[in-house]
Structures are given as C-alpha cells and as structure tokens.
C-alpha cells in the first residue's frame, strides 16, 4: 500500500523516474515562453506532436508573445495543426500572447507578477494548463497534476473525484517534508520534478488507460 505523496513520489525516484538528463524542472526550456506555449498545445495532445508544432513555431521565429500576437491566424493555425484543435489553440495563443503584451508589457514581467485567477480567466486555460505555466515557466509553487495522475491514484485505490483532490492529496502528503525528496531544491522545483516522475512512470507502465502499479507496490524506498 502507498501511504501518502512522499512514499509515492520517493518509490518513484527509487526506481530511476526522476531523469537526470532532462531539464533541471522537468519541462523541456523551463522558465521561457516556450512553456506557455506548449502548455496550451498539449492539451488534448501527444507531447510528440506537441514537439513537432513547437519547432514549426521555433523556425518562424514565434516563440515569443509580441510575435504570436501579431502573427496571421490562418498561417499560425498551420503551423500547429500537426497538436490537434489548431483553430481553437490558435486563436487561444493569439489571445493570450495580446493580453501578456497589453497588460504585463513582456514576458518577464508576466512570469515575475501573473496569478493563477488571471490565467484561469483566460479563455482556453484551465487548472491544469494554468498551474503548469507557473510552475514551469514561472518557477512558482504549483503542482501540476493530469489523467495521469488521476489515473495512477485510482489503481491505488484512492477515490478522488475532481483536479483539486488529487492535488491536494499531492500537496498534503509533501507538506514540509519536501527537502526529504529532492534536498536542496526549492518546494516549486521539487513539485516540478514529482510531477514529471509521476509523468514518466506513467507513459512506460500503462496499459491502454489503465496503469500497471506492481512495480511501484514491489518496490523499496
């Protein structure tokens, strides 16, 4: 039996899901714009077609809020089809990178000073895309949980039924203990690094949606 998030997360890491190769939060070029970006992308979306949308935008030099807010929605909706909903996607982009500029000025600005009402206003961003722009792009203390997530909690046995339970039982079980999981790192960064153990054990043990938990219930801290 999991107990709680910290014996979770520390089985996981036990196992060897916390990459020391990847980005030091997980998310591929954290603390940039490209994270909003792809944040919205994924939604509804395999990161693999998520990466091919996000170099289409790279080549054309639109990984930036003043340049996508500009940037013609028939071309933009284009090069983002490969993510899926390019329409909508698009158009949520646009609004977005308009609303960065006109009320926060840059991009900087908006990662030191956005709240997570002010994104979850924005059309097309709910809980889970908002707080993984602050954590992931803004560096602050927001824990991202997915279906993933839900998904892994479920075969465990816990009933959770809505995004703010599942984290919350994320949340609690971590609460002043987080230097017992990552030490050294600051609490937003430790989040990160859980929620992409939580990712990465997921997509290796799943079996169409279910999720294959022996490996974790097998293993030793």
Same mark, same amino acid.
């Given at each position: 039996?999991?107990? /709680?998030? %910290?014996?979770?997360?520390?089985? +996981? *890491?036990? %196992?060897?899901?916390?990459?020391?190769?990847?980005?030091?939060?997980?998310?591929?070029?954290?603390?940039? @714009?490209?994270?909003?970006?792809?944040?919205?992308?994924?939604?509804?979306?395999?990161?693999? &077609?998520?990466?091919?949308? =996000?170099?289409? =935008?790279?080549?054309?030099?639109?990984?930036?809020?003043? !340049?996508?807010?500009? #940037?013609?929605?028939?071309?933009?909706?284009? %090069?983002?089809?490969?993510?899926?909903? !390019?329409?909508? *996607?698009?158009?949520? +982009?646009?609004?977005?990178?308009?609303?960065?500029?006109?009320? @926060?000025?840059? @991009?900087?600005? @908006?990662?030191?000073?956005?709240?997570? /009402?002010?994104?979850l206003a924005r059309r097309g961003i709910g809980p889970e895309?908002?707080?993984?722009? %602050?954590?992931?792009?803004?560096?602050r203390e927001a824990f991202v949980v997915d279906s993933y997530?839900?998904?892994?909690?479920?075969? +465990?046995? #816990?009933? =959770?039924?809505? #995004?703010?339970?599942?984290?919350?039982?994320? +949340?609690?079980?971590?609460?002043?203990?987080?230097?017992?999981?990552?030490?050294?790192?600051?609490?937003?960064?430790?989040?990160?690094?859980? !929620?992409?153990?939580?990712?990465?054990?997921? *997509?290796?043990?799943? *079996?169409? &949606?279910?999720?294959?938990?022996?490996?974790?219930?097998?293993?030793?801290?």
């Amino acid at each position: 039996m999991i107990s /709680d998030s %910290l014996d979770l997360l520390s089985r +996981l *890491k036990s %196992l060897g899901y916390d990459n020391p190769s990847r980005d030091p939060w997980w998310w591929p070029e954290s603390g940039t @714009f490209t994270v909003v970006v792809g944040a919205i992308l994924t939604q509804n979306a395999n990161w693999e &077609r998520v990466e091919i949308s =996000l170099e289409n =935008l790279r080549n054309e030099g639109l990984l930036s809020p003043e !340049h996508l807010a500009e #940037y013609p929605a028939a071309s933009l909706e284009g %090069l983002i089809r490969p993510s899926g909903f !390019h329409t909508a *996607k698009g158009r949520n +982009l646009r609004e977005l990178s308009r609303r960065v500029i006109e009320e @926060f000025g840059s @991009f900087e600005t @908006f990662r030191e000073t956005v709240e997570r /009402d002010w994104l979850l206003a924005r059309r097309g961003i709910g809980p889970e895309t908002a707080d993984a722009i %602050l954590n992931y792009a803004c560096y602050r203390e927001a824990f991202v949980v997915d279906s993933y997530t839900a998904r892994l909690l479920e075969t +465990l046995g #816990y009933e =959770l039924s809505n #995004y703010d339970e599942v984290q919350a039982w994320m +949340l609690e079980g971590l609460a002043g203990r987080e230097e017992e999981l990552f030490p050294g790192l600051p609490s937003a960064q430790v989040y990160a690094r859980a !929620h992409g153990m939580v990712v990465e054990y997921c *997509k290796v043990n799943r *079996k169409g &949606r279910a999720i294959v938990v022996e490996p974790l219930l097998n293993s030793q801290e």
